[in-house]
């Protein structure tokens, strides 16, 4: 088991335009082998890594929001 996962999240820009929130994400080599370890591969390319972060990123909002009860809108 991987115990050091190191990620740091930096340069933060959001567009009120866009409403979109930018930001740069480091990892170091510990979460870059966890990645590979979660998708049973030692191949990844970089970008490959960099995609399935964002997809755990996505999972783990999801989860939090459905653990925390969905907010309803009535528009």
């Known amino acids: 088991m991987i115990t ?5 999240v ?7 335009l866009s409403h979109v ?3 740069s994400v480091a990892a170091n080599s510990d ?10 591969r ?3 390319s970089m970008e490959e890594i960099a995609l ?16 925390g009860g969905m907010r309803i809108r009535y528009d």
Not at 4 to 8: A, P, V, Y
Not at 31 to 40: F, G, K, L, S, Y
Not at 52 to 67: C, D, N, Q, S, V
């Open 10 to 16: 930096g340069d933060a820009e959001y567009s009120r």
């Open 31 to 40: 979460a870059i082998r966890t990645i590979e370890d979660i998708c049973d």
């Open 21 to 23: 929130l930018r930001f």
């Open 4 to 8: 050091n996962q190191k990620i740091n």
């Open 42 to 44: 030692s191949d990844m």
């Open 52 to 67: 399935e972060m964002g997809k755990l990123l996505e999972g783990a909002l999801l989860t939090h929001y459905h653990r």
